[in-house]
């Protein structure tokens, strides 16, 4: 099934996961794209990317959108026209989304890679980290961090704002499958909660609004 994965996050919340796996040509069944999408798509060289951004029609297909609903604003932020909250990820071959009725919501899918260990101090204290067993734990909790930090990034949407410096991720045990995190940008503090899952070496983090600390 090339629908992966549906999760309710609450009432108002929820998000679907895709596996492209299908050809190009069966990812156009039941797809227009706006003259906007379809001028990015024809930018597109790796036939990756332009699956991608195809499933993702889908998966907005899943909850009653088309393309035309989508509206990409100057930072690359998309909206939904009437006024519901969308966030929009890809990675490899897993696309996702998260659409809320009610709040800014931000998802992340990336694949475990121990590249992540080289750019780690760039976005979290990397101190924290060597208690941990092994390099792999390492791998997967700092996939986690990266995750939270992009999710939270989508949320907020302000250039400037430093993932060491502006955001920091509560630390987690994996078992949990959440966290949460705060964002201290320009004297204002905001908290969200952060859950996560992991599948096929690849984790999924998605952030909403803590509504009792905001
Ligand atoms: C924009 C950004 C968040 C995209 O994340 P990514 O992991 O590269 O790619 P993803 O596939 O997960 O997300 C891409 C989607 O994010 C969405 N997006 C793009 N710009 C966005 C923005 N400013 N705000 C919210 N969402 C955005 C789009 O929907 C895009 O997909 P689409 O254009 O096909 O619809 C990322 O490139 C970025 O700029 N991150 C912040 C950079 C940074 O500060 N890094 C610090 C390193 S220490």
Not at 83 to 107: D, K, L, P, Y
Not at 191 to 211: S, W
Request: one cysteine or more; glycine letters at 4%; a neutral charge.
């Amino acid at each position: 099934m090339p629908l992966y994965k549906t999760i309710t996050v609450n009432e108002e919340t929820s998000l679907a996961i895709w596996k492209v796996e299908e050809t190009e040509e069966k990812l156009w069944e039941k797809v227009k794209l706006t003259s906007h999408c379809q001028t990015r798509f024809n930018g597109m060289k790796s036939e990756l990317h332009r699956k991608a951004f195809l499933s993702i029609r889908h998966l907005l297909a899943e909850y009653g959108y088309e393309d035309a609903d989508l509206i990409y604003d100057e930072n690359g932020k998309p909206h939904l026209k009437d006024g519901n909250f969308i966030s929009i990820t890809h990675s490899h071959n897993f696309t996702g989304i998260i659409i809320s009725t009610t709040e800014h919501v931000g998802i992340d899918i990336e694949m475990q890679r121990d590249k992540i260990l080289r750019i780690a101090h760039k976005f979290t204290p990397f101190e924290e980290y060597k208690t941990l067993a092994n390099t792999a734990a390492v791998v997967r909790k700092l996939t986690i961090v990266w995750g939270a930090k992009e999710s939270l990034y989508k949320i907020y949407g302000h250039k400037g704002l430093s993932f060491l410096e502006h955001i920091n991720v509560k630390d987690f045990l994996f078992d949990a499958q959440k966290t949460t995190a705060q964002i201290t940008f320009k004297g204002n503090l905001s908290h969200y909660k952060i859950k996560f899952l992991e599948f096929e070496a690849f984790t999924c983090v998605y952030a909403t609004r803590d509504k009792e600390l905001n």
